[in-house]
């Protein structure tokens, strides 16, 4: 089944400790891209990705790291969590990155920081 | 950064026709027009897309005018499992999906 998979689903950790959602798509989209979601504040980018090794910063991506080694995975890396980064993430991929290209999501993680 | 504009929300009574509409402003010559609909707890799923003029499939149909500077969603016959939050998000590379429309369909 085409689908884009996110772990964890739910995660509850402490300010400090470095944390990586992982994400990974099985359907050989170039593209890849991560968001969160907050109540108020909609759905905001936070990076993205236009193939393996090419990254970049979307609306909302101080505190956060990304990397892309392989076109299937690209994992979320928190390096020093803080409790604003509380919040609902969301990986998504789609063939390409240019108009006209629809994007898949996955399932969501959702994370608090105390 | 091209971004849209949607009202916050709108409520509407099973069997009715709903309407939701996008402004475009900065919209860009080879961008195409694409609409998402996000159900609590679970991640936003492609409804509809289009260039330009009318386009229907099975769930909605998606007015576009001739300047592209707006488009209106349109779902026909509104049941309570089509509650949920809809995006016009501007195309390309950067994907902006603001707040979306809260769409309540009433008994």
């Known amino acids: 089944e085409a689908q884009v998979t996110q772990n964890p689903r739910y995660l509850i950790t402490v300010t400090g400790k470095k944390l990586t959602v992982t994400c990974s798509q099985n359907?050989?989209?170039?593209?890849m891209s991560w968001y969160r979601q907050d109540p108020g504040l909609g759905l905001r980018q936070i990076y993205y990705s236009m193939n393996v090794e090419v990254t970049d910063k979307g609306d909302v991506p101080e505190g956060y790291k990304v990397s892309r080694k392989e076109k299937r995975n690209f994992p979320l890396i928190l390096e020093s969590p803080s409790p604003n980064q509380t919040s609902l993430y969301f990986c998504?991929?789609?063939?390409?990155?240019?108009?006209?290209?629809?994007?898949?999501f996955g399932p969501g993680t959702r994370l608090t920081v105390l | 950064l091209a971004k849209t504009t949607q009202p916050i929300s709108m409520d509407s009574y099973e069997g009715q026709e709903v309407n939701i509409t996008c402004s475009h402003n900065?919209?860009?010559?080879?961008?195409?027009i694409t609409w998402y609909q996000q159900f609590p707890s679970q991640g936003p799923r492609f409804i509809i897309q289009g260039y330009k003029t009318k386009v229907t499939n099975e769930v909605a149909s998606l007015f576009i005018p001739a300047d592209r500077k707006s488009s209106t969603l349109s779902l026909p016959r509104v049941s309570l499992s089509d509650t949920a939050v809809y995006y016009c998000?501007?195309?390309?590379?950067?994907?902006?999906f603001g707040t979306g429309t809260s769409l309540t369909v009433i008994p």
């Open positions: 900065n919209i860009a010559t080879n961008d195409y």
């Open positions: 998504a991929s789609s063939p390409t990155g240019t108009s006209g290209s629809e994007q898949f």
């Open positions: 359907m050989n989209h170039e593209y």
């Open positions: 998000p501007p195309d390309g590379n950067q994907f902006y």
